[in-house]
């Protein structure tokens, strides 16, 4: 491809080192597209002809038949998929092949390439999070009443209910589905027709081959065109946060799904057993997206690595972005898919959850504000009552609503059975009626907000 100025091939090692066509052959599709846009450009500008256009496109669908037939060959010796297919057009076509290149580089051409790759990407993340946000809603639903411990430091905190908690998660989805549709949408500009590096003194029409791509404009600075690669890492940024949401909520399954908690049960489906331990059920699922999440996080670092300290504009260093990537896509894409079909596989337990709920006096809170509200004491003395009347409670094994209202007064006298009205855990939830809290009439509200927006 550039034989004019060389008098010997390249050393055993640089074959090695130099070919990306082992990962790069997913772009062979946005390569095609992005070919075509620019093909139908030149020839509309005059700067080729219609008729070596016509072939260059006749050439570009056959070559993308032969792709997508598996039968195009790739040659490590061609180093990439811009030159594996520019090659292969020559071999169909002849002469006119070499036309296509003229105003363009492999360097706008592949960074126009991996932009229109990673804007599916987003795309593809965008509806794996709604398929997921649904599957979390749909288990929300059946479960407005069901209680289980809310927990601070994984302490027994107050009663809440299994929709509220699911809810949650909705809503951290939710805005990592935002994540994506914004860095999606900041990425939509083209960078095609900026050349090697400096434009062009051909009179291309970058406006006419950005609308071909779906782009929304033209990048206006070529050397920033050539060179930004802030679209691929705010993708991984997204992809990272994400997969920490992910981890979050894999963590609460395989936590929920062990004999201690049993607050839930995967099917079979979704569990495997062990080769020694005939009783096991292993959320193994559950553990791998948890897992993984470290090499999502690993491919945000390698690539922000890569880009830190390049001076403009392209450095083959950035050959190294798209691997990243894929393996960031690959490994999220399969996470919120496993994710999604385990919210759907999962049945609650909710004798479970109010047996843990009610082992842990969830209702405390509930006993010390009601000695604020009834009594009128300032909230640290009553922290201090409560306090006393849990202990005693467990002194005698009895949960608060079971314990009778003379030990109560033997703590504080102005107690009177009006107290047991807020003790049980169902009181409790029904009370938590501020904005945003648990009561099932605000997690209905919750619900039906979602609801409209994930139709
Ligand atoms: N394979 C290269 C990459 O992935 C394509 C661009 C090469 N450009 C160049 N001037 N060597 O980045």
Same mark, same amino acid.
């Given at each position: 491809m550039w034989g004019g100025r060389f008098e010997s091939g390249p050393a055993a090692i640089m074959?090695?080192?130099?070919? +990306?066509?082992?990962?790069?052959?997913? =772009?062979? $599709?946005? /390569?095609?597209a992005g070919s075509r846009a620019h093909c139908r450009m030149l020839a509309a500008e005059g700067i080729i002809s219609k008729d070596d256009g016509q072939k260059i496109l006749g050439g570009l669908d056959a070559v993308e038949k032969e792709i997508a037939?598996?039968?195009?060959?790739?040659?490590?010796?061609?180093? /990439?998929?811009?030159?594996?297919?520019?090659? &292969?057009? $020559?071999?169909?076509?002849?002469?006119? $092949?070499?036309?296509?290149?003229?105003?363009?580089s492999r360097n706008d051409q592949v960074v126009t390439d991996f932009r229109l790759w990673v804007r599916a990407a987003c795309s593809r993340a965008e509806d794996g999070l709604l398929e997921l946000q649904?599957?979390?809603?749909?288990?929300? #639903?059946?479960?407005?009443?069901?209680?289980l411990p809310g927990f601070t430091h994984m302490q027994v905190a107050q009663p809440v209910t299994f929709a509220h908690h699911l809810m949650a998660y909705v809503e951290m989805f939710g805005r990592d589905r935002a994540r994506f549709e914004d860095a999606r949408k900041r990425m939509n500009? +083209?960078?095609?027709? +900026?050349?090697?590096?400096?434009?062009t003194s051909f009179p291309i029409d970058r406006d006419a081959t950005a609308k071909a791509l779906g782009f929304a404009r033209p990048m206006r600075n070529s050397m920033d065109a050539? +060179?930004? &690669? *802030?679209?691929? =890492?705010?993708?991984?940024?997204?992809? %990272?946060?994400? $997969?920490?949401?992910?981890?979050? =909520? #894999?963590?609460?399954l395989v936590q929920w799904s062990t004999q201690a908690f049993g607050f839930v049960k995967l099917s079979d489906a979704f569990t495997t057993g062990s080769s020694i331990m005939p009783q096991k059920r292993n959320p193994d699922a559950a553990e791998l997206v948890r897992g993984k999440t470290g090499r999502v996080l690993g491919d945000f670092v390698a690539l922000a690595t890569v880009?830190?300290?390049?001076?403009?504009?392209?450095? !083959? /260093?950035?050959?190294?972005?798209?691997?990243?990537?894929?393996?960031?896509? *690959? !490994?999220?894409?399969? %996470?919120?898919?496993?994710?999604?079909?385990?919210?759907? *596989?999962?049945?609650?337990?909710?004798?479970?959850? @109010?047996?843990?709920?009610?082992?842990?006096?969830? !209702?405390?809170?509930?006993?010390? /504000?009601?000695?604020?509200?009834?009594?009128? @004491?300032?909230?640290?003395? #009553?922290?201090?009552?409560a306090g006393s009347i849990v202990k005693a409670a467990e002194e005698r094994g009895l949960t608060l609503d079971a314990l009778p209202l003379e030990e109560m007064r033997k703590i504080e006298p102005g107690i009177t059975s009006d107290v047991y009205a807020v003790l049980s855990l169902e009181s409790s939830v029904n009370a938590r009626m501020s904005l945003g809290g648990t009561a099932p009439a605000r997690v209905r509200e919750q619900l039906a907000h979602w609801k409209s927006q994930l139709a």
């Open positions: 074959r090695e080192i130099t070919p +990306s066509i082992g990962f790069d052959k997913r =772009l062979a $599709a946005e /390569d095609i037939a598996g039968e195009f060959v790739f040659k490590r010796e061609l180093e /990439d998929i811009h030159l594996n297919i520019e090659a &292969r057009l $020559a071999e169909l076509i002849g002469p006119a $092949a070499g036309r296509l290149h003229t105003a363009r649904r599957a979390l809603h749909a288990q929300a #639903a059946q479960h407005l009443d069901t209680i500009e +083209s960078p095609l027709g +900026s050349a090697a590096l400096a434009g050539i +060179s930004a &690669r *802030d679209f691929a =890492l705010e993708y991984l940024a997204a992809c %990272s946060i994400c $997969a920490v949401h992910l981890s979050r =909520l #894999a963590g609460e880009v830190k300290g390049l001076v403009l504009t392209y450095g !083959t /260093d950035l050959q190294e972005d798209k691997e990243r990537v894929f393996d960031a896509a *690959d !490994t999220l894409e399969i %996470s919120i898919a496993a994710m999604a079909a385990m919210m759907a *596989d999962l049945t609650a337990n909710p004798a479970r959850m @109010k047996a843990a709920a009610e082992a842990g006096y969830p !209702t405390a809170t509930d006993l010390a /504000d009601w000695v604020v509200r009834v009594l009128q @004491k300032p909230f640290r003395e #009553a922290h201090h009552i």
